[in-house]
């Protein structure tokens, strides 16, 4: 089923899903398309008339690891995705950064969803789709230290909690990472919740290691984990910010009123 723009009902269901997984479904506002697992929550969303802009503010955020980055230009680096979503950050990387991408998504439908009404391209020699469960496939040795730029954003229908989120599990994360790399997680709210998946991340990565933004209005709070500690002058994290912003459209200078390092 291809997207020709064409103006969706205010809900498409998409039912056909093994009994395990929540029915996905789509709703349109004001030009924005939103996909949603089994509730009124909203798991990823994209701006019709702009299919590889990244929509939501937190998914945004969650491109910061660019401003943390050893490398000028991530241009063929590898980055992969826990967790499909929408595809927003899947379709930035392939498009815009001409990374190579990996996403890894559990639930078929929602890459159904992807493709037929997200705009996600099909897999090619810099996009690959894996279907598995994150927490399994992460640990296989052929992505160990392949990974540059890692975005995490696992919740379910309920979206109370990340579905996974032990230290193991970052622990299982960081040796994902190759030298210089970043990892970013969506984290949803600053509760006990958010508090605990800090802990885990101090754990796997070192405190010294994280970086965290301020909540946004919505809730959503990113975390910042880097493979290797680096602190840069506040000179060059501007001089950096000024040149994401002119390069790839993303708000960085924004970004460096509200991120900070958890641990000087």
Not at 192 to 207: N, P, T, W
Not at 214 to 224: I, K, P, Q, S, Y
Not at 229 to 242: D, E, K, L, N
Request: glycine share 6%; proline share 5%; charged share 25%.
């Amino acid at each position: 089923m291809a997207d020709n723009g064409a103006t969706l009902s205010e809900e498409i269901s998409i039912p056909i899903l093994p009994p395990a997984l929540p029915p996905v479904s789509l709703s349109e506002w004001e030009g924005v398309r939103y996909l949603h697992l089994g509730s009124e929550w909203v798991q990823g969303a994209m701006r019709i008339n702009a299919p590889f802009v990244i929509e939501l503010e937190y998914v945004r955020r969650m491109m910061a690891w660019l401003l943390l980055s050893p490398w000028d230009v991530p241009q063929g680096r590898h980055a992969m995705q826990l967790g499909l979503g929408a595809g927003a950050i899947t379709k930035f990387c392939w498009k815009h950064l001409a990374m190579r991408c990996t996403a890894i998504e559990v639930n078929s439908e929602v890459l159904a969803a992807c493709r037929a009404w997200m705009r996600l391209p099909p897999d090619d020699d810099r996009l690959r789709v894996v279907l598995a469960d994150a927490g399994s496939e992460i640990r296989r040795d052929c992505w160990r230290g392949t990974v540059d730029a890692l975005s995490v954003d696992l919740y379910d229908e309920e979206a109370a909690a990340p579905v996974l989120d032990g230290a193991e599990f970052y622990e299982d994360c960081r040796r994902l990472l190759a030298p210089g790399g970043c990892m970013a997680v969506n984290l949803f709210g600053r509760s006990s919740s958010y508090e605990r998946s800090l802990e885990a991340m101090k754990q796997a990565f070192g405190a010294r290691a994280l970086w965290a933004f301020r909540a946004t209005r919505e809730g959503n709070t990113v975390v910042l984990a880097q493979r290797e500690v680096t602190r840069a002058s506040r000179t060059a994290q501007a001089a950096r910010a000024a040149q994401i912003e002119a390069r790839w459209g993303l708000p960085a200078r924004q970004w460096l009123k509200v991120l900070k390092p958890v641990e000087r």
